[in-house]
């Protein structure tokens, strides 16, 4: 087991295969300190780095500068009102309206496993065992278990916390964060994703100035705009080499993720549901979850970090049968109809799709009640026979032998305010009463915080699935929340809606995995607003973005795989002029682009050009090809047009070296020049690969160590946004 409490030091010892983690509990009030966390160290007397016997030392021999003390001491979990103003991790009201809260160590345990955390997303079959960490506030009796479970092998540390109502007297949590983390600040960089619709994660690296510098979200989900995750990157770290921090939270609703840089030049990581808006009611007995919060530490810059967090995603997260399964190839009709389609136009596209080796159909957004438009019918999911006349199972079995699978979208979290539903019930729209909600998108949220919305949502999917063959499920959710109100909630609980929320759709789709455990879901939030690793415990992919043109899909593929396995990526080829951006690229760097992710077309595949059209069966059996690799393979970045503005390459390795995927666009063409050098990486140096260009056919065998040190030619080609696979093998 890879986590110890060593006697002869006092110290708690967690080791990956790379990294350490060490915790020292000091003075008689036994205050929780963090004593390191970076690049694997021997066990060893380590707490001096503490400095505890430096002033303001700690208050059993110097109680005059206790506040002081507090200030600056790294506390594994900061307390709130007594005199650290750091950023707390954890805050609580009594009964008398006062606030303070030291946690201080009372004990602890060390489990072989990792325990789960009710109605939570969380990582699962860890195989360094799990620290926690007991701690209490004696005054307030409360009770705060801080868990720390071991990822060995992904070089990952999970942090949750618990905490309990251990008292007689009611409490109120104002706040409770996942984790909170004290270092020394050495030349560090913050690094986060930032965006909006149609460009999410886009990377984002700032120096760390003093104060509190954060990213969040009070939207209710985790949001287009920013991202619950950030990087600590030394300022000379690259892809390759340097020291980054990684942390990412396993949540998807509000949050918070901040670095502090204090007056001592300490930096304070704090990650967690945000605290504005926050509160829940703590009766005695009663506990409190916190999400869990994912940390790593490479000393093989960037890409170290990504692949870490790869590794403990899709093998340690996402539960999924598809999790290891090659996706089947889709078709989504929404750009190619939005919505305006019927039996005959579905099938029409089925067909074509069929014969070029496409197989799967999703019915996008339309087809159901009245929906013409985006004004109406959500909430009533029966089939809008007029468009679809025998309904589902009709439609499904012409589809089916066609010899394609069938799937359907569904927004099961939304009403419209001109449906039959919200005819019914009013009241099941998020609300403040006596005052109109803020519509978005002409729809209102329904409220999931109530158990019989939740029954009647979830009972439509249900009832959709089971009506017909439908094997796959687009998850849509359109709108973020605004006008918070619930009559399930009296008035000083209304903090715990937006957490109440996100359990609820958490739970909803739990039902899902239960009763139909071979679906195929996909999570989607106008576009990737909802792309985070809480929504990846549900669903082995997401949809990324709506923005489908294959540059700026560049963009946004590159600072989500910063987090997250390219397996959870969905990814499709569109039409031209691109409807999001109005660029032209060619068909085949679209299907490049696409192949990064979980590939799939979403276009009207019956106006294609002869050319487009005969270019489609290639696309697929590339997928294929390449699929299981690109699944499962290690993720090297090597250039970015975010930064170059001139063009992309990243490659997957498969884990044994054995085979490799280059993708590499030339975004912009170049006069005059020679071709560009590319320096792979994560090849066996040791190898002979047989490098075979894709699109040409062309082989040569190259040793790894001469790909990694000096390179490959991409010729320059005539004409922008032009793309180029290499496919390695290694020569046996
Ligand atoms: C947003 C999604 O991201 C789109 O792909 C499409 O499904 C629309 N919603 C439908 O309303």
């Given at each position: 087991m890879s986590v110890r409490f060593l006697e002869e030091y006092g110290l708690f010892w967690l080791d990956t295969a790379h990294t350490s983690y060490v915790i020292k509990v000091v003075d008689e009030e036994r205050f929780p300190g963090h004593v390191?966390?970076?690049?694997?160290?021997?066990?060893?007397?380590?707490?001096?780095?503490?400095?505890?016997?430096?002033?303001?030392?700690?208050?059993?021999?110097?109680?005059?500068?206790?506040?002081?003390?507090?200030?600056?001491?790294?506390?594994?979990?900061?307390?709130?009102?007594?005199?650290?103003?750091r950023e707390s991790a954890v805050a609580v009201e009594d009964e008398n309206g006062c606030r303070a809260t030291m946690p201080l160590f009372t004990g602890y345990e060390i489990l072989p496993k990792k325990p789960g955390l009710p109605g939570l997303?969380?990582?699962?079959?860890?195989?360094?065992?799990?620290?926690?960490?007991?701690?209490?506030?004696?005054?307030?009796?409360?009770?705060?278990?801080?868990?720390?479970?071991?990822?060995?092998?992904?070089?990952?540390?999970?942090?949750?916390?618990?905490?309990?109502n251990a008292g007689e007297r009611p409490l109120f949590?104002?706040?409770?964060?996942?984790?909170?983390?004290?270092?020394?600040?050495?030349?560090?960089?913050?690094?986060?994703?930032?965006?909006?619709?149609?460009?999410?994660?886009?990377?984002?690296?700032?120096?760390?100035?003093?104060?509190?510098?954060?990213?969040?979200?009070?939207?209710?989900?985790?949001?287009?705009?920013?991202?619950?995750?950030l990087a600590l990157k030394d300022r000379h770290a690259d892809q390759n080499a340097g020291e980054v921090y990684g942390f990412q939270l396993v949540y998807s609703g509000n949050f918070l993720a901040q670095v502090e840089k204090s007056q001592m030049d300490s930096l304070r990581v704090v990650l967690g549901i945000h605290p504005e808006g926050f509160g829940w009611e703590l009766a005695p007995g009663g506990e409190f979850y916190t999400p869990e919060a994912l940390l790593t530490y490479s000393d093989q810059g960037l890409g170290g970090m990504s692949r870490?967090?790869?590794?403990?995603?899709?093998?340690?997260?996402?539960?999924?049968?598809?999790?290891?399964?090659?996706?089947?190839?889709?078709?989504?009709?929404?750009?190619?109809?939005?919505?305006?389609?019927?039996?005959?136009r579905l099938l029409s596209i089925a067909e074509c799709a069929a014969k070029l080796g496409i197989e799967m159909l999703v019915m996008d957004d339309g087809w159901f009640g009245r929906r013409e438009d985006d004004s109406t019918s959500l909430g009533d999911w029966t089939v809008n026979e007029e468009k679809l006349p025998g309904g589902l199972k009709h439609l499904v079995e012409r589809v089916n032998a066609l010899g394609l699978k069938f799937g359907i979208w569904i927004e099961p979290e939304m009403v419209s305010p001109d449906s039959d539903l919200y005819r019914a019930h009013p009241d099941w729209a998020i609300q403040v009463p006596g005052r109109e909600p803020t519509?978005?998108?002409?729809?209102?949220?329904?409220?999931?915080?109530?158990?019989?919305?939740?029954?009647?949502?979830?009972?439509?999917?249900?009832?959709?699935?089971?009506?017909?063959?439908?094997?796959?499920?687009?998850?849509?959710?359109?709108?973020?929340?605004?006008?918070?109100?619930?009559?399930?909630?009296?008035?000083?609980?209304?903090?715990?809606?937006?957490?109440?929320?996100?359990?609820?759709?958490y739970e909803m789709q739990e039902r899902l995995l239960r009763d139909f455990p071979d679906l195929?879901?996909?999570?989607?939030?106008?576009?990737?607003?909802?792309?985070?690793?809480?929504?990846?415990?549900?669903?082995?992919?997401?949809?990324?973005?709506?923005?489908?043109?294959?540059?700026?899909?560049?963009?946004?593929?590159?600072?989500?795989?910063?987090?997250?396995?390219?397996?959870?990526?969905?990814?499709?080829?569109?039409?031209?002029?691109n409807h999001e951006v109005g660029r032209v690229t060619p068909f085949e760097t679209r299907g490049y682009v696409a192949l990064a992710g979980t590939f799939g077309y979403e276009l009207?595949?019956?106006?294609?050009?002869?050319?487009?059209?005969?270019?489609?069966?290639?696309?697929v059996a590339l997928y294929h090809r390449f699929?299981?690799?690109?699944?499962?393979?290690?993720?090297?970045?090597?250039?970015?047009?975010?930064?170059?503005?001139?063009?992309?390459?990243?490659?997957?390795?498969?884990?044994?070296?054995?085979?490799?995927?280059?993708?590499?666009?030339?975004?912009?063409?170049?006069?005059?020049?020679?071709?560009?050098?590319?320096?792979?990486?994560?090849?066996?140096?040791?190898?002979?690969?047989?490098?075979?260009?894709?699109?040409?056919?062309?082989?040569?065998?190259?040793?790894?160590?001469?790909l990694m040190e000096g390179g490959i030619a991409l010729r320059s080609v005539p004409g922008d946004f032009r793309g180029q696979l290499l496919y390695l093998k290694a020569d046996e």
């Open positions: 390191y966390y970076g690049k694997k160290i021997r066990p060893q007397d380590a707490g001096y780095l503490l400095r505890t016997e430096e002033p303001p030392f700690v208050p059993s021999r110097n109680n005059r500068e206790r506040a002081a003390f507090y200030d600056q001491f790294p506390f594994e979990y900061g307390g709130n009102g007594v005199g650290d103003y997303p969380a990582t699962f079959d860890n195989d360094g065992g799990t620290l926690i960490l007991h701690c209490g506030d004696a005054h307030l009796g409360l009770e705060v278990d801080l868990l720390f479970s071991v990822f060995e092998r992904e070089d990952v540390i999970a942090r949750s916390v618990i905490i309990r949590l104002e706040k409770a964060l996942s984790m909170s983390l004290d270092m020394d600040a050495a030349d560090l960089e913050l690094l986060t994703l930032h965006g909006g619709w149609g460009k999410e994660r886009q990377i984002d690296v700032r120096p760390i100035g003093y104060g509190r510098q954060s990213v969040g979200s009070l939207r209710g989900e985790t949001s287009h705009q920013e991202h619950p995750f870490a967090f790869h590794d403990v995603i899709r093998d340690h997260l996402i539960r999924s049968a598809y999790r290891d399964r090659v996706r089947p190839v889709l078709i989504n009709n929404w750009e190619a109809t939005y919505f305006d389609f019927n039996t005959d519509r978005s998108r002409n729809q209102y949220v329904l409220d999931l915080t109530r158990q019989e919305v939740r029954d009647y949502a979830y009972g439509c999917v249900a009832s959709v699935l089971r009506s017909a063959n439908i094997e796959y499920v687009k998850w849509d959710m359109n709108r973020q929340l605004t006008d918070l109100g619930s009559v399930s909630l009296p008035g000083r609980r209304m903090g715990e809606f937006s957490h109440r929320y996100v359990l609820g759709v195929l879901l996909e999570n989607c939030s106008g576009g990737g607003a909802r792309f985070d690793a809480g929504m990846l415990y549900y669903s082995p992919q997401i949809w990324c973005s709506d923005d489908t043109d294959a540059i700026e899909r560049l963009k946004i593929q590159e600072g989500t795989a910063l987090a997250y396995p390219l397996s959870a990526m969905g990814a499709h080829v569109s039409a031209c002029p009207d595949i019956t106006g294609l050009s002869p050319e487009e059209r005969d270019a489609i069966p290639g696309q699929a299981a690799l690109i699944q499962q393979g290690d993720y090297y970045r090597i250039a970015s047009c975010a930064e170059n503005h001139e063009y992309d390459c990243y490659m997957v390795v498969s884990k044994d070296k054995k085979e490799a995927l280059v993708t590499y666009v030339q975004v912009l063409a170049r006069p005059n020049c020679r071709s560009r050098m590319i320096r792979l990486k994560g090849l066996d140096p040791d190898a002979v690969y047989l490098v075979e260009r894709v699109e040409r056919g062309e082989t040569r065998l190259i040793g790894g160590d001469l």
